[in-house]
């Protein structure tokens, strides 16, 4: 087996040009560099270098052994944090979730051993956050099918909005997005597919997006922009400072696209550890 720091010092040089600076960005001496790539070519019996007089370069056997020096490098850092994910996930549950609405139910849950990644994750990158032991579970709106991991139900957010009372459309029980053309709208900006989701039902319409929700308290306060919610925003405290002394009125979008199955993925291996966080997601989901 090679020496990975035999393998960095390849690497290295094939970044750098030359031994000097190669011996200079890993903190050694020259000689020691040039020993090193002598042993590379020793132990693999293939010349990696070209040596002129006063220059050294790679050959092409060398460019192409450095390249794949990269690789298992990477590969064996990749190692590494996988492992050290593995022994943090023994210990925490580790949750992320690829749409906002979930972190309210979650700040509901009295699970002491868990860690909840505020910022969304993305959701083409589920599957391999898990491989890589980067999360536990990721709470999301797609039901994976593959044989490394499960997905199960956990509930359904369904979108709302909340219109001035005078707008005729307050005095209907349900509306539609085609409904709400032309409008203008508050709304946070990261609400993850929800954002696809809205934009495309209601490609008339104008968002105003804010990143924090303090601000978009503040201009809901005193402006009269629609807003939207969903059925888990009651749970929400925060959403008490929006909804204080609000005069809208609260009326559910009854387009399918407005109603998003949320699931629990996560690796099958680990189903015994995250049957309980399952469970305690679903209980307190709202039915409604």
């Given amino acids: 087996m090679v020496d990975p720091y035999l393998l960095t010092e390849l690497v290295t040089f094939a970044e750098t040009g030359t031994l000097a600076a190669t011996a200079q960005k890993l903190h050694v001496t020259q000689p020691t560099v040039t020993r090193g790539m002598q042993k590379l070519e020793t132990l693999w019996d293939v ?9 050294l370069r790679l050959t092409a056997t060398g460019q192409f052994a450095a390249q794949e020096a990269a690789k298992v490098l990477a590969a064996n850092q990749a190692l590494v944090t996988t492992v050290r994910n593995f022994a943090a996930t023994q210990q925490t549950l580790k949750v992320g979730t690829t749409i906002p609405g979930p972190l309210i139910v979650l700040a ?22 898990l491989i890589q032991r980067d999360q536990t579970v990721i709470l999301s709106n797609q039901s994976l099918t593959s044989p490394l991991v499960t997905s199960t139900r956990i509930g359904t957010e369904r979108l709302a ?6 707008m005729y459309q307050a005095n209907q029980t349900t509306v539609t997005f085609a409904e709400l053309a032309n409008m203008s709208f508050i709304v946070l900006s990261d609400i993850g597919p929800w954002r696809t989701i809205i934009q495309q039902a209601i490609p008339q319409a104008n968002f105003f997006y804010q990143k924090e929700r303090a601000a978009l308290a503040e201009i809901t306060k005193y402006a009269d922009f629609p807003y939207f919610s969903t059925n888990l925003s009651p749970l929400d405290p925060a959403a008490k400072s929006i909804t204080a002394d609000d005069s809208r009125v609260q009326i559910p979008i009854s387009d399918p696209s407005a109603q998003m199955t949320v699931y629990a993925t996560y690796l099958t291996t680990n189903q015994t550890q995250v049957q309980p966080l399952i469970q305690q997601l679903q209980s307190a989901w709202p039915t409604t």
């Fill in 47 to 55: 010349p990696l270098f070209d040596r002129q007089p006063n220059r």
């Fill in 161 to 166: 909005v909340n219109l001035n009372k005078f």
């Fill in 108 to 129: 509901q849950l009295a699970q002491p051993m868990m860690t909840v990644q505020s910022q969304l994750l993305p959701t083409q990158s589920i599957e391999t956050t």
